[in-house]
């Protein structure tokens, strides 16, 4: 068998188990499926995904003139004048849906 060394990491309890939800329907083990992250982290020579800024900067409030603020008040209301609205729970239900959350 060949040496082995640990590595530690901090994670989120949630994104632990729910990757271990995963790996487990896959039959992975989750240090096999961290020895093989790092495996295609040394085959590609950077991370084996790309990793980028959005293309569209969330809005930061504090960053926004009052004139530039009116105006996303402005479409948040029009959004809601003309229906363009969910609930909390069909949000929720998408995230679950999505990310398991």
């Given amino acids: 068998m060949a040496r082995t060394s640990n590595v530690f990491a901090r ?31 040394v085959i590609q020579r950077g991370l084996p995904f790309e990793v980028k800024l959005p293309a569209k900067r969330p809005l930061v409030m504090s960053e926004l003139t009052k004139e530039q603020f009116d105006a996303e008040i402005a479409k948040g209301m029009d959004d809601i004048d003309n229906g363009r609205v969910h609930s909390a729970d069909e949000v929720q239900k998408e995230m679950h849906r999505l990310y398991g959350i």
């Fill in 11 to 41: 994670v989120e309890p949630e994104i632990k188990e729910q990757a271990e939800s995963v790996l487990n329907q896959l039959g992975i083990p989750m240090s096999n499926a961290v020895s093989m992250f790092l495996r295609q982290v």
